[in-house]
């Protein structure tokens, strides 16, 4: 197994952790100008919200009640595509997922089961690695490299994959520019753009790398004034259809190269049953231990 195969599938469930999460904003909104109306005993599109911290909380009303959704995701950074479909259970202390994610032309599946992270091994990188086990799980408290750089992100993720918390994000560090109704997929849906400003809130920024990195990433991004555009596609319920960011200004503000850091996540099948386990524990091996074994 190439240690490049494991980063790019642990970048990609870190990618739609990332897109999904955020601190919970503080405080609640009742619901003024937006909202769910009714109309003939059913719901239908209100007018869009205007005040970010009204909107995180109509969603995440909406998200709690749903439980569930099936996902699919594009992104790209520094020339590397990545695509994932997969679906996913929420929940605030023990959120689980599953996912298929292709990045630099490796496909791979995994798991994120009661905070810990299964990765399957395809059989040429069993024989590579010297195991008969078909998957591989990384724990928070890894000491091999893969382990150490995608296991804090993974444990500060798990419990924040409510797709509501990007907007509990948005209520903290940024602002709705425009909103607008529209049709998305056959569907009626209000359309926001916002703006987020990295220097309100930093922490929440730099909260899904390892402690030890995120002092020099806060301090790279001091005084800059930094700006994240966003999308968000909310159908009648005020659940999340589509979101897309474009992290490429804050990426270029901590000294990398000029390029594209872009995601766009489509959410569907709200409510719907997600059932998502371990592997057998029989064909687990620890990842840190099988680098350790093959010498990397």
Same mark, same amino acid.
């Given at each position: 197994m190439r240690k490049t195969t494991l980063v790019a599938a642990g970048a990609a469930l870190v990618l739609t952790?990332?897109?999904c999460s955020g601190n919970s904003a503080t405080g609640t909104a009742e619901p003024a100008a937006g909202g769910q109306t009714q109309a003939n005993g059913?719901?239908?599109l209100a007018s869009p919200f205007t005040d970010a911290i009204q909107l995180a909380s109509a969603s995440k009303q909406g998200t709690e009640k749903s439980k569930s959704a099936k996902f699919s995701m594009e992104g790209s950074a520094g020339g590397q595509t990545i695509t994932a479909t997969g679906a996913m259970a929420l929940d605030e202390t023990d959120t689980k997922l599953s996912m298929t994610s292709t990045s630099a032309g490796q496909t791979t599946e995994m798991r994120l089961v009661d905070k810990v992270m299964y990765l399957k091994l395809p059989a040429d990188q069993q024989q590579q690695m010297g195991?008969? +086990?078909s998957w591989a799980?990384?724990?928070?408290d890894g000491t091999d490299p893969v382990s150490q750089a995608l296991g804090g992100a993974l444990s500060q993720s798990a419990e924040q994959s409510d797709p509501s918390k990007m907007l509990d994000q948005i209520s903290k560090a940024g602002r709705i520019i425009s909103s607008d109704q529209t049709e998305l997929n056959g569907e009626q849906v209000n359309h926001y753009k916002v703006e987020l400003d990295v220097a309100k809130a930093v922490d929440q920024f730099t909260g899904q790398v390892p402690e030890a990195a995120r002092a020099q990433l806060t301090e790279?991004?001091?005084? +800059?004034?930094?700006k994240i555009p966003a999308e968000l596609w909310l159908n009648k319920d005020n659940l999340p259809v589509q979101v897309t960011m474009d992290q490429g200004p804050m990426m270029q503000a901590l000294g990398a190269p000029a390029g594209d850091a872009k995601f766009t996540m489509k959410y569907s099948d709200w409510g719907t049953q997600v059932e998502?386990?371990?592997p057998p524990a029989d064909q687990v091996v620890d990842l840190g231990e099988l680098m350790k074994k093959a010498g990397r």
């Open positions: 952790l990332t897109a059913g719901s239908v195991t008969d +086990k799980k990384i724990s928070a790279k991004l001091k005084g +800059k004034d930094v998502v386990t371990a």
